[in-house]
């Protein structure tokens, strides 16, 4: 039996390397099936709660999607309005209410730390999908099957995180994890919206060397996968300011004329200005497989977690 | 006839070996202020071999509970508490820093979601002691100014 039976995933850093590496090699089985050419019974009789208690389009179909494919059904609400949640309900009452309804509680909830609460109320598996600006785990288990499926390996991959790398923290868990699998890392950001000084230090205490660059093609010769973020507009006071940065981050064609033949473009989506439409053509992108790998990664961990394929 | 600088007390409890400056903290903490009915002493800035100078607060007729002593310990963890009955050292406690501080800081982050209406207590986790850092069990994120958030 596998450990991950009835684990909770709150967050990526509770996940050792073996545990990545279970998931990836789970997710890539689960392919065929994610693709409609495979049946799979394995979830049959269980039910798995998705409370979204903010909107949330990928995300939620993607869980519920990995759950119809395993045979499994799903229950829940989007959006709080008509729940009992608009008349004052704690989260940790609805919680103890819905664990009598499923076998395992999808979470998202504009409150940071959210899905560790609703954990400590329930004996069920809580799977965090997005906790304010807190956690994504299990965004950051697509984003790393994604360069594991289409690099081979993670390890010694040169990966530049592009954008506003100071308030993204799903961009930050991904850092951890990146250092963890030994991927050498490259932080390309304006200068307001650098990494965070303690996960620098937390990287340098580890013993792993990073580089930081302001501008793209300083490094794009170098890299194997852009990892390209959103740079919000509310981060900057002056909207003329704010075009200027975004305008200089902007992968197109001609950003890319230096890169390596196999070099990745990868997005969590949706995307704004970030990248222009004309990469989606070149064999660089790969934005959309990796929507699609939301689904064979959520399946493995739904099938780890409920015991499917024991 | 020589005046003593400060007395012995018949029961109650001495908190010695305080960070000098950090007695009027210590007072704040246990709540001393007008409604007391017993004596306080505090003395400030007193010699001491260990630690230089340092500051003792002692009070009458009153004993500290555990929550009280981890809050005493976030902002003096080199005091040592001494339960005092009929004029003996009854027992004799140093305070030590818990791995969590457990109801006895006031949650910052207003994004958090132990800020909300939820039926805990807040909780924070002492990521390192020395200097002191604590970051929330929920949000992760680190606490400043920890003395001004002690409930």
Request: hydrophobic share 40%; glycine share 6%; net charge neutral.
């Amino acid at each position: 039996m596998s450990d991950f039976r009835g684990r909770d995933v709150l967050s990526i850093r509770e996940f050792s390397r073996a545990d990545i590496q279970l998931v990836l090699r789970t997710a890539k089985k689960m392919v065929p099936i994610a693709l409609g050419e495979k049946r799979s019974r394995s979830l049959e009789g269980t039910i798995l709660a998705n409370l979204f208690y903010e909107p949330s389009t990928r995300t939620r179909l993607s869980f519920e999607s990995a759950m119809a494919r395993l045979g499994g059904r799903v229950l829940g609400f989007s959006g709080v309005e008509g729940t009992s949640v608009q008349k004052g309900e704690t989260l940790a009452d609805t919680i103890r209410m819905v664990e009598a309804y499923s076998d395992a509680i999808v979470l998202r909830h504009p409150q940071e730390g959210a899905a560790r609460l609703a954990a400590e109320f329930t004996e069920k598996p809580v799977i965090n999908a997005g906790d304010g600006a807190g956690q994504h785990p299990t965004q950051t288990l697509l984003d790393l099957y994604t360069i594991w499926d289409e690099k081979g390996e993670v390890e010694g991959q040169t990966v530049a995180l592009v954008g506003d790398l100071r308030y993204g923290r799903t961009v930050h868990s991904l850092a951890y994890a990146l250092a963890e699998l030994g991927a050498h890392l490259t932080f390309v950001s304006p200068p307001t919206l650098e990494m965070p000084h303690e996960i620098l230090e937390h990287l340098k205490e580890q013993g792993l060397s990073f580089r930081i660059a302001h501008r793209l093609h300083e490094v794009i010769r170098d890299v194997d996968v852009l990892y390209v973020t959103r740079i919000q507009k509310e981060r900057f006071p002056d909207p003329q300011e704010y075009e200027a940065v975004v305008g200089s981050y902007r992968i197109d064609t001609e950003a890319l004329r230096e890169a390596k033949r196999g070099l990745i473009v990868m997005h969590p989506l949706p995307r704004v200005m970030e990248i222009a439409p004309e990469v989606d053509r070149t064999k660089h992108a790969v934005y959309f497989k990796q929507a699609f790998n939301a689904v064979p990664v959520r399946m493995a961990l739904l099938d780890l977690i409920l015991g499917g394929s024991e | 006839m020589r005046e003593l600088r400060v007395t012995p007390i018949k029961n109650g409890t001495v908190i010695d070996h305080i960070p000098a400056g950090l007695a009027l903290k210590v007072l704040k903490i246990l709540g001393i202020g007008d409604s007391v009915t017993s004596t306080v002493t505090v003395a400030m800035h007193v010699p001491s071999h260990a630690m230089g100078w340092k500051d003792i607060v002692k009070v009458e007729d009153r004993e500290l509970g555990a929550r009280e002593i981890d809050k005493i310990a976030l902002i003096a963890p080199t005091a040592s508490v001494n339960v005092i009955r009929n004029y003996n050292v009854a027992e004799k406690r140093r305070v030590t820093l818990p791995d969590r501080a457990v109801g006895i800081l006031r949650r910052a982050n207003p994004n958090c979601i132990s800020n909300v209406r939820e039926p805990i207590e807040s909780e924070f986790v002492v990521r390192s002691k020395s200097p002191l850092r604590v970051v929330c069990k929920y949000c992760d994120r680190e606490l400043e100014e920890i003395v001004a958030h002690i409930v």
